[in-house]
């Protein structure tokens, strides 16, 4: 099976995550997805991103050429709450599209969906915490979060 490229938005931005879950920080390049939403999500301290047209997702990044394995840890780890979609980011230091998986909520009228996630505070709050609960994760295989 191919490699694939994946827009991440959340906390997957985090390399300290992507280490855990994959075993590796993969090569990346900052991107735009255009037609959608990083909402929060009530009491999680992760987002969830939406089909939005109009909308964007600005200065995020797309892991590169990740194999189907740690496509299959990724699956795994995002669970039932999102789904994996075929997207075309663009990417910010080319103008160009590519093709990259994003992980979207499975859910678009979820009423726990509201305002705009925030990265920054997310990192200065949460990823002490999310890390260990990441850790628990890749050690049980039970998500914690």
């Given at each position: 099976?191919?490699?694939?490229?994946?827009?991440?938005?959340?906390?997957?931005?985090?390399?300290?995550?992507?280490?855990?879950?994959?075993?590796?920080?993969?090569?990346?390049?900052?991107?735009?997805?255009?037609d959608y939403h990083r909402f929060s999500v009530r009491n999680r301290v992760y987002p969830g991103a939406t089909y939005r047209k109009g909308?964007?997702?600005?200065?995020?990044?797309?892991?590169?050429?990740?194999?189907?394995?740690?496509?299959?840890?990724?699956d795994d780890f995002e669970g039932e709450e999102y789904k994996r979609l075929t997207v075309e980011p663009c990417l910010l230091d080319q103008?160009?599209?590519?093709?990259?998986?994003?992980?979207?909520?499975?859910?678009?009228?979820?009423?726990?969906?509201?305002?705009?996630?925030?990265?920054?505070?997310?990192?200065?709050?949460?990823?002490?915490?999310?890390?260990?609960?990441?850790?628990?994760?890749?050690?049980?295989?039970?998500?914690?979060?």
């Amino acid at each position: 099976m191919a490699n694939g490229n994946v827009f991440v938005y959340g906390t997957l931005l985090a390399d300290e995550i992507v280490r855990i879950l994959i075993k590796r920080v993969p090569s990346s390049c900052d991107a735009v997805l255009a037609d959608y939403h990083r909402f929060s999500v009530r009491n999680r301290v992760y987002p969830g991103a939406t089909y939005r047209k109009g909308d964007r997702i600005k200065g995020k990044k797309v892991l590169l050429d990740l194999t189907h394995e740690e496509l299959q840890v990724m699956d795994d780890f995002e669970g039932e709450e999102y789904k994996r979609l075929t997207v075309e980011p663009c990417l910010l230091d080319q103008s160009i599209t590519l093709k990259a998986f994003v992980y979207v909520w499975v859910d678009p009228e979820d009423k726990d969906l509201f305002g705009s996630w925030d990265y920054e505070e997310w990192r200065s709050n949460d990823l002490e915490r999310y890390e260990a609960m990441c850790e628990e994760y890749m050690d049980t295989g039970i998500n914690v979060t």
